[in-house]
C-alpha cells in the first residue's frame, strides 16, 4: 500500500499520542491563528517551528545558516511540552492543563516579521 505524501508538519503531530496530540494541536492553532503574516510553519530542530523564510530573510539563522531564522517552536518532550521562543527562552510544561493558550497567542501577535528581523539584526550586531 502506497501512502500519499503526508505535509511534514502534519506528519510531525500525527505521530502525537492521547493529551500530548491534543496539547499540540492546540498550540498550532492558537499560534497559526494569531501569527503575524510572513511566518512560516516548517519542522525545525525536530519540531514545530515557525519561522521567517528565506524568501524575506535569505540570510537565515546566524547559527546555522542553513535554518531560516526562528521565531518560536513547540517541542513534544518526554516529560513536558516546552515552547521556545525568539531563541533566548524555553517555557517547560509537565501539564498540559497549565498552557496559556490565550497568552501564547497574544506573545505571538505581538511582533510583525520585520519587526523581528530588525530586533534580531540589532541584537546580532550588537554581540559581534
Known amino acids: 500500500c502506497i501512502r500519499d505524501s503526508m505535509d ?5 503531530v500525527d505521530q502525537l499520542e492521547g493529551s500530548r496530540k491534543i496539547a499540540n494541536e ?13 511566518f512560516e510553519e516548517v519542522i525545525s530542530y525536530k519540531m514545530l517551528g515557525y ?3 528565506y524568501s ?3 540570510k537565515g539563522y546566524h547559527c546555522n545558516t542553513t535554518l531560516p531564522l526562528p521565531f ?7 516529560s513536558h511540552i516546552a515552547i521556545y521562543h525568539m531563541g533566548k527562552s524555553c ?3 509537565k501539564k498540559e492543563e497549565d498552557i496559556p493558550y490565550k497568552l501564547i497567542g497574544l ?5 510583525t516579521v520585520q519587526d523581528w528581523i530588525t530586533l534580531y539584526e540589532k541584537n546580532i550586531k550588537g554581540n559581534k
Open 91 to 93: 517555557i517547560r510544561f
Open 26 to 38: 492546540k498550540l498550532r492553532k492558537v499560534i497559526l491563528k494569531n501569527l503575524p503574516k510572513g
Open 8 to 12: 511534514p508538519v502534519e506528519e510531525y
Open 51 to 53: 519561522v521567517v523564510p
Open 107 to 111: 506573545l505571538v501577535s505581538k511582533m
Open 72 to 78: 518560536i517552536n513547540i517541542a513534544s518532550q518526554k
Open 56 to 58: 524575506v530573510y535569505p
